[in-house]
Structures are given as structure tokens and as C-alpha cells.
């Protein structure tokens, strides 16, 4: 049982360039989210999903995309990378209405 | 949204305990926890407390929770330098499709 797996660990993109972080669950879960943190920032919400077919905003959406055709998956959408997107992005995912989020391990993005 | 506020270090040292506070203003907050993150690492739930209960005890850890003054502490007794880390408070108020974090607190511990 792998939990939430987030794909790659790292990258460095340029200015402007576009990629997806990639987030995986096997555990069936409903909800899906995306956070990034930066340092003295804690953690900020960017995106949620309560289901597949369904995803809102949360505090910082901003230059992301988020789609969810399938239960298991919830990628993040980077359209044209700017250097304030540099973070670090975690993926986590809940049962509905158990309020115990899973966690990935993060994925470390630098854009120069 | 609302806020979760968290001093941002603490240095003890090994065997003593350590007690790590936050305030948030959501009063609707139902659940609280505790994420311990270890250098480039991700997140791990240490525990967690429904707003119906005062304390909540797992091993070393303590979990106060005071609903009046909006108050939440987690107690490690006989602190190890394992457990040098960065701790984040955060709490739900939305049946738990995201939570609000607090800015975390470093945790120093000195043989």
C-alpha cells in the first residue's frame, strides 16, 4: 500500500516553461488537496477536490491548473513557471469526512 | 482565512520536556493536530484532538486543548534529538478536504 505518491521529487524548470507535479492515491480516498510551502510560510492551500469531476480554489490558485478524472490522481498544472512558484509542493488525501489528511513526500521545484 | 499562530522556535534540551503552543481564531475548528516534518521530508501526523476533548494522551506525547481561550499545546516528555524537527499546528473546520497550518515551530534539541 503505497499511500499518496508524488512524482518527480525534484525539478528545476526557466521562467515560462509549463510541466504537471504528479499525485497518486491508493487508498480510495474522496479528497484530494495541494499545498505549497515556503520558508516562514507554513503550509498554503492551492487546490481541492472533494471528488473526481469536481476541484475548487483555495488560498493561492494562482497560475495553477488542477483537474480529477479519476479518483486516484489529482495533478497540478504549472502554465508558464515563474520564479515565485519556486516551493515545495505536498499532495495529501482524506477520506470524506474523516479529517485525517495523508500526505506525500513533497515534490522541490525551483524556477530560475 | 483564519489564523493558527505558532512561535516559530524552541530549543530545549535532551530529557527535558518540551511544550510547543498554538492559538487559532476559527471557532468552528472541529478537529486539531499536530504534523512533525523532519529536514526534506513531508509531513507526519503525530496526533490529533476533537474540539469536544480537553487532553489527549498517545506514549510521550500530551495534547492540551482549551476551546475557550482557542489554545492548543502538544507536551513531549523526555525529549530526544529525534525529535528535532519542525512541528505545524493546524486545524479543520470544512469535513477535512484541506486544513489551515500554522507557520510551524522549530524544535532544537541539545545533547
Known amino acids: 500500500n503505497a499511500g499518496v505518491t508524488q512524482t518527480p521529487k525534484f525539478q528545476v524548470l526557466k521562467t515560462g516553461q509549463s510541466m504537471t507535479l504528479q499525485c497518486a492515491q491508493d487508498?480510495?480516498?474522496?479528497?484530494m488537496s495541494w499545498y505549497r510551502q515556503d520558508p516562514g510560510m507554513g503550509l498554503r492551500l492551492i487546490h481541492y477536490s472533494v471528488g473526481a469531476g469536481i476541484t475548487d480554489q483555495g488560498e493561492v490558485p494562482n497560475g495553477y491548473n488542477v483537474s480529477r478524472s479519476t479518483t486516484e490522481d489529482f495533478p497540478l498544472r504549472l502554465l508558464s513557471a515563474a520564479p515565485s512558484q519556486t516551493s515545495v509542493y505536498f499532495c495529501?488525501?482524506?477520506?470524506?469526512?474523516?479529517?485525517?489528511?495523508?500526505f506525500g513526500a513533497g515534490t522541490r521545484l525551483s524556477v530560475l | 482565512g483564519e489564523d493558527v499562530e505558532q512561535s516559530l522556535f524552541l530549543s530545549v534540551r535532551e530529557g527535558d520536556s518540551s511544550v510547543i503552543n498554538c492559538t487559532y481564531t476559527?471557532?468552528?475548528?472541529?478537529?486539531l493536530y499536530w504534523y512533525k516534518q523532519e529536514p526534506g521530508a513531508g509531513l507526519q501526523l503525530l496526533t490529533y484532538?476533537?474540539?469536544?476533548?480537553d487532553m489527549k494522551q498517545d506514549q510521550r506525547l500530551t495534547v492540551l486543548l482549551n476551546k475557550k481561550d482557542k489554545h492548543l499545546s502538544l507536551r513531549i516528555a523526555d525529549t530526544q534529538t529525534g525529535d528535532s524537527a519542525i512541528y505545524f499546528c493546524a486545524e479543520s473546520s470544512n469535513s477535512g478536504y484541506a486544513l489551515n497550518f500554522g507557520k510551524g515551530t522549530s524544535l532544537l534539541v541539545t545533547p
Open positions: 476559527d471557532s468552528s475548528s472541529t478537529y
Open positions: 484532538i476533537f474540539s469536544n476533548m
Open positions: 487508498m480510495n480516498h474522496e479528497y
Open positions: 495529501a488525501s482524506s477520506v470524506a469526512g474523516e479529517n485525517i489528511q495523508y
